[in-house]
């Protein structure tokens, strides 16, 4: 059963519904009458006792410290964990991670910023010693705190696995894709007419085409707003097809194997910049499929594609 309290004066809200995959706790307040305290005091500090780890999810890095600091009052250790573009608490005028430009290059190419700007074989960055991120990853808390945006990763191995989990303040905001970036995610039809090909797997390029035909041709046919199901359906498309486009498509992403931590930034720029574009588009069809899986997946009107005309567009 879920449980949560309306502390609001005057409030006539009755929750209590059914949910069923767990157990869920929660509380609605104004801002300042200590719902972290008592989530603390109440939650965390008895699971500590048992030794085991609860986590608490926070939608900025300053009260994140501030949590900390109120847990070492208590005895328990506790660590807000930061990503690598996060300022650097212990070393003010320094980012999490020093080479910025070398893991955005690299990230925007889709690759595993650690082997290729951090540390691989022999080969590892110049200030790894005094990196703010992996100082944080020799940490071993009692307690784990990191942003509401975590919510929506895949969890970092340093990252204990938290046997309970605790979320203050609003968070849905930070799993919205494009939400208060105006940068809502952006494909052109024509990624489905171009490059199809799958490396070394000439069934997989041949499925894939195909796909992707029954694909363009139904966002063709389709009216601007958003993509129906029935559209997908009448188009013999699928959700076996859009999961195996999927998997097909980031196979399709290439590798930059020759970056290495520590080589110039510059030759890093260059082989990234080659292959960026390309990935990006792979990575852009791969929410392409994941959407239209939801979409049949779903029965909700709420409907994730939608499709529009911007003005000028080329052909």
């Avoid at 260059?270 to 990006?280: F, L, M, P, T």
Wanted: some cysteine.
């Amino acid at each position: 059963m879920t449980n949560i309290l309306d502390f609001n004066r005057g409030s006539d809200f009755v929750y209590g519904k059914p949910y069923n995959p767990m157990p869920v706790e929660g509380a609605i307040a104004i801002p300042g009458t200590g719902k972290t305290r008592e989530w603390r005091k109440r939650v965390a500090a008895p699971l500590v006792a048992l030794g085991l780890h609860p986590a608490l999810a926070i939608p900025r890095h300053q009260l994140g410290e501030e949590i900390v600091a109120d847990f070492a009052e208590d005895g328990i250790t506790a660590v807000c964990y930061r990503g690598r573009e996060a300022d650097d608490p212990l070393a003010p005028g320094h980012k999490m991670c020093r080479e910025q430009r070398r893991i955005a290059s690299v990230g925007e190419a889709l690759a595993d910023v650690y082997r290729h700007a951090c540390k691989r074989g022999d080969k590892v960055c110049r200030y790894f010693e005094i990196c703010g991120y992996q100082r944080q990853q020799r940490e071993h808390p009692q307690v784990s705190i990191f942003a509401h945006q975590m919510l929506f990763q895949k969890r970092p191995d340093f990252i204990q696995p938290p046997d309970a989990l605790g979320i203050d303040e609003s968070f849905w905001d930070a799993g919205l894709r494009g939400h208060n970036k105006g940068k809502p995610e952006r494909l052109w039809t024509s990624l489905l007419k171009d490059d199809r090909h799958v490396p070394g797997d000439i069934a997989g390029t041949a499925d894939l085409v195909a796909i992707s035909n029954r694909a363009h041709a139904m966002l063709l046919r389709a009216p601007p707003g958003y993509i129906r199901r029935e559209a997908i359906v009448e188009a013999g498309i699928t959700l076996k097809d859009v999961q195996a486009a999927r998997q097909l498509e980031w196979r399709r992403k290439k590798d930059i194997p020759e970056v290495f931590p520590n080589m110039p930034v510059e030759q890093v720029d260059d082989i990234c910049g080659a292959v960026s574009a390309h990935n990006q588009d792979v990575r852009r069809l791969v929410i392409f499929w994941d959407l239209l899986a939801k979409t049949l997946e779903g029965d909700t009107e709420h409907r994730p594609i939608s499709t529009s005309t911007p003005p000028n567009a080329p052909a």
